[in-house]
């Protein structure tokens, strides 16, 4: 039997992603359940003039995705959390926090970026992020000592385990090799941390691999993973989830959970529509071919815009919704021709056209 949810969302009893039906807070602390779906990493926006937090366009493209069914997670590589400070992150997780519950949305949970050089700070991070709103934290590790930890399977596991020991919230383990130095884990040791760590509520795969995922899902998409390693909090099941959402659909079919991207900033109607088509194809076959077609769609304007890194999709939400701006220096801004080749891209305007069809329908219905 597959462990995904069916079209309202809930999932089959007994498999690892079934959310307690009280909604009873668990021992870690989070009170809103983690679901298979779809997230974005927010961008963090900053004032042209002063590189000061644009708290305004924040809220207003936090409450804009969330209304998509997008889930928001602030604090990550697309949210520069390299380049925030403590108070910043904690300023940017309240905010939102209070932007989503203003808007009658306060069943969205909050993910944060805590990810730090060393472990110590990572813990102070989820500690602080707790404080202020935040129901679940993700966690990458430091590529600045790459060099010694990058091949060491105890120090790294030794990482996560003693982060999601000392966090107040449940972890997801963010494992991208491009903002870490090349560190990059492995299916076998995501797998035994899965296994051995009861407050780690899942993983994202940044890396891009495949058979990584499906590796990873052999074990906790089994309908048995839930009972046999139960979590520390019954409302923060272990997820697999894509790094990119070029392969949501395969991913789909091997009993992954949904995806972490930073395209949904740009199209987020589109990416929850791929997601439901994805899982409805499982149970009704004659769906799979619109599936494909889209997915198709999203696949292509998924490598074009990646490319185009935080800046070139800080530029798409300008020509979209009116703001962006540029990332903190030392990241320097997209060029404007740049910007216009993009925009006027062939693969940029088919999901701007399907975007704006889906997103038409919401706001008529």
């Known amino acids: ?22 909604g009873a807070n668990g021992t870690s602390g989070a009170s809103r359940p983690l679901t ?24 207003t493209h936090v409450v804009r995705v969330a209304k998509a069914g997008v889930g928001p997670l602030l604090a990550g590589s697309m949210g520069e959390a390299h380049h925030l400070t403590h108070a910043e992150r904690v300023t940017l997780i309240k905010a939102a926090r209070r932007a ?10 909050l993910i944060a970026g805590t990810g730090a050089g060393s472990t110590r700070e990572t813990v102070e991070l989820c500690n602080e992020a707790a404080q202020a709103g935040a129901d679940y ?42 903002a870490s130095g090349g560190i990059d ?31 990873i899902c052999a074990t906790v998409s089994e309908p048995s993973f839930a ?58 076959p004659s769906l799979l071919p619109e599936a494909q077609r889209l997915q198709g769609i999203v696949a292509r304007a998924d490598f074009t815009i990646a490319k185009a890194s935080i800046s ?6 300008e020509k979209l919704y009116g703001y962006g701006g540029n990332p ?21 305007q088919d999901i701007v056209r399907v975007e704006r069809e889906l997103s038409g329908k919401v706001s008529a219905a």
């Not at 779809?38 to 000061?52: G, L, Q, R, V």
């Not at 903190?328 to 940029?348: D, F, G, N």
């Open 185 to 215: 884990l492995d299916s076998d040791l995501i797998t035994e941390l899965a296994i051995e760590c009861p407050n780690l509520a899942g993983v994202k795969l940044t890396c891009g691999n495949v058979g990584k995922l499906t590796r």
């Open 100 to 109: 989503l519950d203003d808007a009658g949305l306060t069943h969205v949970p």
């Open 1 to 22: 039997m597959s462990p995904h949810a069916t079209t309202n969302g809930v999932y089959a009893n007994g498999t690892n992603g079934v959310h307690s039906a009280n």
């Open 137 to 178: 934290a993700i966690v990458i590790a430091s590529g600045y000592y790459a060099g010694a930890i990058a091949g060491n399977k105890k120090a790294l596991k030794a990482f996560w385990a003693e982060v999601s020991e000392k966090s107040p919230i449940p972890v997801i383990i963010y494992n991208y090799p491009g």
């Open 328 to 348: 903190r220096k030392p990241l320097p801004p997209i060029e404007p021709e740049a910007v216009a080749a993009l925009w006027e891209h062939p693969h940029t």
């Open 312 to 317: 070139g999709t800080k530029a798409l939400l």
């Open 227 to 284: 009972s046999q390693y139960p979590r520390l909090n019954p409302n923060a099941p272990f997820l697999v989830l894509g790094g990119f959402i070029d392969f949501l659909l395969p991913s789909t079919y091997v009993n992954a959970h949904g995806a972490i991207t930073g395209l949904a900033n740009v199209a987020p109607y589109t990416i929850q529509r791929l997601y439901e088509l994805s899982e409805a194809a499982l149970k009704d």
């Open 36 to 59: 298979p779906g779809i997230y974005a990493p927010i961008p963090t926006f900053f004032h042209s003039d002063t590189e000061d937090l644009d708290i305004n366009s924040f809220t």
